[in-house]
Structure formats: structure tokens, C-alpha cells
């Protein structure tokens, strides 16, 4: 029977990792399929890798020698990095003092039912709450006004603040535990450093912190700087993926900002962990290609699609045609950003656990695989019922990573869940 909170229990217990593992497991079954051929020849030249122990690899598979033996690069690894948006409204600082300030007023509503205090402590709220809707209703206001409405959310918050901690001390001299569950105690923590954070920018008329909390329930939610057309920030975890035949992989998966390029020689690690060999070309942005990763690559006999550092070498006109194609091949993994986005919820994340956040953007990237590999493997055996299959497939395990109960009806999941399961789940 599904109930509501199955998927996120799933969800909890798989984790990044987990669920990181089941899509190195469809991978590894896409390559033993042949839908990874990697027929690619290596380039003359063209350096060695070690294969890994017996039963790590396909390619020893396919052997059936455990010793070690030097293959050649295979392959081409396409990396890029993009950002997987949390469903949070936009975070200005007025309506995030706003809500704070609400939230803080429920808190102390909560301390006064203990009945210590013949009256209740005096918040301003309906006053507060007036001067902010007059705000929020201006078209454009100028940077004045805003300043001011800043600062009038600010003292309200400030003073409310000060009433819950003069109420806790009395309830701790009293001996009285309040009445509050976890979750109230960490919503005070978040609304005071919200407002320890939003008080420094307002006292020294700054635009940024170090980690900014945009968002009261989901405080780990940091503004990723992409400068993006239409979209310059972005709100909720970043991506470091990898990209090989039209299978994706997430490397590295922060709510917190990195550069991508640190990661590069651990993604081509984890390239060959998978597939048993380095790849013979890697197709990277030039955020990627420093000078230490250039030669980390020049040394395994990588070859990558950067141009090479100081005076351009002289080209004939087939070289600039080919190079020229490599770096076109590039966008192919941009391809498979806009189909997780647009199709599968890669676009709109809306869990609301970090750990749930990050294991159901590993499992729609691994949704993505299984459907793709569904395609390629199960079609030749499974004729026309395969289409559907894999429309099956797609739905319930997206209704896996953004929850049931928000598409279909437990019956339907059901009728799916046991169609799918003797044609996609036993490859």
C-alpha cells in the first residue's frame, strides 16, 4: 500500500550516495548492453590505463583475466556544470523579514499558552503586517522606500526577538520546559541569524554575506551566481555532471558554491572506476582546462578540446574542421540539462530536506538513464509493448522523486509498479 510518506522515506534512506550507486549500476548495465560502445579509436599515442581487479569492470569481464593489463583510452567525457532550482519564491530581504517576523510572533503565541503571564506581550503585529502590505503593493518602489520598509521589518523582528528570550529566561528560572517541539527551536536559530544577517547588510548597506540564508524553511538554500541570460541567480543545488554516449552522472552535488574546474581529474578517476579505462577525449568548458588539469591530462594521454595555452599553432583546414566539430559535441550534454529540466523535474525541486533534495536529484538523472537505456536494450525484445514500458517507467519514477501522491492515484501506481517491474527492473 502507498501512503504519502513512503517516497520520502525511500528517499532519507537511499541519500545522495545511495542513489549516486543505483545510477553507476545502470551505467554499468548500459556498457555491459552495448548501449555504451565507446567504439571511439584511440588517438596515436595515446596513454595507458590500468584495468581495475577482477569483477570491477567489464572489460575483465569480457577477458576473464583478473591480472592487471594496460588498455588504451576510450571514449569521449563530456563535463559541465549546471544549477538544479529549489520551488522557493524570490528571496527579498523585506518579505523574508516579513515572514520571520510572523514566525517569530507564532513563537511567542506558543511561550504565552504556558500561562505564566496574565498578558500577553505587547508585538505590533497588526501594525507591522499593514506597513508591509502597503510595501509589497508598489509597482517599483525606489531604493528610499525599500531601505526604509527594510529597516521597519528589521526593529519589529529585533523587538520581538528580545520578547521571546526575556520569556525563555523566566521560563528557565521558573524550571518550566516550553512548550515548543524541535522544529520551533530551529526556526529561532534560522530567524535570528536571518536577522544577525540582514541587520550587518542593512547597518553597512551591503549586498552579499557569506552564506546567505534565502529561504526560512529551507535555510541550506544558497544563491548560485550563474549569469545566465534571463536567469543571473539561481536558488538550490549545484551540478558538476559528466556525460558519455547520452548517459549523465552527477559528480559532485553542493547547495554550496564550488568551481567546478577543482573536480576535473576526479571525474575522469570516476570514469575509469565505471568503465575500467581513461577517455580518449575530454570536452570541458575553459573553467575546467587550468593549467594543472592540462597536464594532469597530457600525462594520462588525454586529450581535451581547449585550445592550446599561448600562440595559436598553425592548422590546416581538416583540423579546424575537426577540432571545430569536438567543440560542437560539447553542447550535447547541455542537451541533456534541458531534457532533465523540461521533462523529468530537474528544474523545480521540491523536497524540502537537503538530504531528500539531493538523492532526488541523483534519482532523476538516474530516471533518465534507465529510460534511455529501456529504449536502447529493451525495444529489440519487447516490441511495441516497450514504448509503453518505458512511458511506465518514466512516470513512476519520477512519481518517485517528487511524490505520488501529487500524479496519480495509488491504484494507478500500483497498475504501473507491476507492469514495469518484469521489463525495466529485471535487465
Given at each position: 500500500m502507498f501512503l504519502p510518506s513512503l517516497f520520502v522515506e525511500v528517499?532519507?534512506?537511499?541519500?545522495?550516495?545511495?542513489?549516486?550507486?543505483?545510477?553507476?549500476?545502470?551505467?554499468?548495465?548500459?556498457?555491459?548492453?552495448?548501449?555504451?560502445?565507446?567504439?571511439?579509436?584511440?588517438?596515436?599515442?595515446?596513454?595507458?590505463?590500468?584495468?581495475?581487479?577482477?569483477?570491477?569492470s567489464a572489460e575483465e569481464e569480457v577477458s576473464g583475466t583478473g591480472a592487471e593489463a594496460k588498455v588504451p583510452n576510450k571514449g569521449t567525457l563530456k563535463v559541465d556544470a549546471t544549477v538544479a532550482p529549489q520551488h522557493v519564491g524570490y528571496p527579498t530581504d523585506t518579505r523574508l523579514l516579513a515572514e520571520a517576523r510572523q514566525y517569530s510572533e507564532e513563537l511567542i503565541d506558543k511561550l504565552y499558552k504556558g500561562g505564566l503571564w496574565q498578558k500577553k506581550p505587547r508585538t505590533y503585529r497588526r501594525q507591522a503586517r499593514k506597513e508591509y502590505l502597503a510595501f509589497s503593493k508598489k509597482r517599483a518602489p525606489k531604493k528610499q522606500t525599500v531601505r526604509q520598509a527594510r529597516g521597519k521589518q528589521l526593529r519589529y523582528l529585533r523587538r520581538n526577538l528580545k520578547t521571546m528570550h526575556k520569556m525563555l529566561d523566566m521560563l528557565e528560572a521558573k524550571g518550566i520546559a516550553p512548550s515548543w517541539q524541535h522544529r520551533d527551536w530551529q526556526r529561532l536559530w534560522v530567524i535570528q541569524e536571518l536577522y544577525r544577517q540582514q541587520d550587518i547588510m542593512h547597518r553597512d548597506g551591503?549586498?552579499?554575506?557569506?552564506?546567505?540564508?534565502?529561504?526560512?524553511?529551507?535555510?541550506?538554500?544558497?544563491?548560485?551566481?550563474?549569469?545566465?541570460?534571463?536567469?543571473?541567480?539561481?536558488?538550490?543545488?549545484?551540478?558538476?555532471?559528466?556525460?558519455?554516449?547520452?548517459?549523465?552522472?552527477?559528480?559532485?552535488?553542493?547547495?554550496?558554491?564550488?568551481?567546478?574546474?577543482?573536480?576535473?581529474?576526479?571525474?575522469?578517476?570516476?570514469?575509469k572506476a565505471l568503465f575500467g579505462y581513461y577517455p580518449e577525449l575530454v570536452l570541458a568548458d575553459r573553467i575546467y582546462l587550468t593549467r594543472k588539469n592540462r597536464k594532469a591530462l597530457k600525462d594520462?594521454?588525454?586529450?581535451?578540446?581547449?585550445?592550446?595555452?599561448?600562440?595559436?599553432?598553425?592548422?590546416?583546414?581538416?583540423?579546424?574542421?575537426?577540432?571545430?566539430k569536438e567543440q560542437n559535441k560539447r553542447s550535447e550534454i547541455e542537451g541533456k540539462f534541458g531534457q532533465a529540466k523540461s521533462?523529468?523535474?530537474?528544474?523545480?525541486?521540491?523536497?524540502?530536506?537537503?538530504?531528500?533534495?539531493?538523492?532526488?536529484?541523483?534519482?532523476?538523472?538516474?530516471?533518465?538513464?534507465?529510460?534511455?537505456?529501456?529504449?536502447?536494450?529493451?525495444?529489440?525484445?519487447?516490441?511495441?509493448?516497450?514504448?509503453?514500458?518505458?512511458?511506465?517507467?518514466?512516470?513512476?519514477?519520477?512519481?518517485?522523486?517528487?511524490?505520488?501522491n501529487q500524479v496519480l492515484s495509488r491504484t494507478q501506481n500500483l497498475i504501473?509498479?507491476?507492469?514495469?517491474?518484469?521489463?525495466?527492473l529485471t535487465f
Open positions: 528517499r532519507k534512506r537511499l541519500g545522495k550516495e545511495g542513489a549516486r550507486q543505483l545510477n553507476d549500476i545502470v551505467l554499468r548495465q548500459a556498457k555491459r548492453a552495448k548501449a555504451i560502445k565507446h567504439r571511439k579509436k584511440p588517438s596515436k599515442g595515446g596513454g595507458q590505463g590500468l584495468v581495475p581487479p577482477a569483477g570491477t551591503r549586498r552579499r554575506i557569506d552564506n546567505r540564508i534565502v529561504n526560512i524553511a529551507q535555510p541550506y538554500v544558497r544563491p548560485i551566481q550563474r549569469g545566465k541570460a534571463g536567469k543571473k541567480t539561481e536558488f538550490g543545488a549545484k551540478l558538476n555532471m559528466s556525460e558519455t554516449e547520452g548517459f549523465v552522472r552527477a559528480d559532485q552535488i553542493s547547495f554550496d558554491n564550488f568551481n567546478e574546474g577543482g573536480f576535473l581529474m576526479s571525474q575522469v578517476e570516476a570514469y594520462k594521454g588525454i586529450r581535451n578540446s581547449g585550445l592550446p595555452l599561448g600562440r595559436r599553432p598553425a592548422m590546416t583546414r581538416n583540423e579546424k574542421q575537426k577540432r571545430k521533462k523529468y523535474g530537474l528544474d523545480d525541486i521540491k523536497t524540502k530536506r537537503q538530504d531528500t533534495s539531493m538523492a532526488c536529484i541523483a534519482l532523476i538523472l538516474m530516471a533518465l538513464n534507465a529510460i534511455k537505456l529501456g529504449r536502447a536494450f529493451l525495444c529489440p525484445f519487447y516490441g511495441h509493448a516497450a514504448a509503453l514500458t518505458s512511458n511506465l517507467g518514466r512516470r513512476l519514477i519520477l512519481n518517485l522523486t517528487q511524490g505520488c504501473i509498479l507491476h507492469r514495469l517491474a518484469p521489463a525495466a
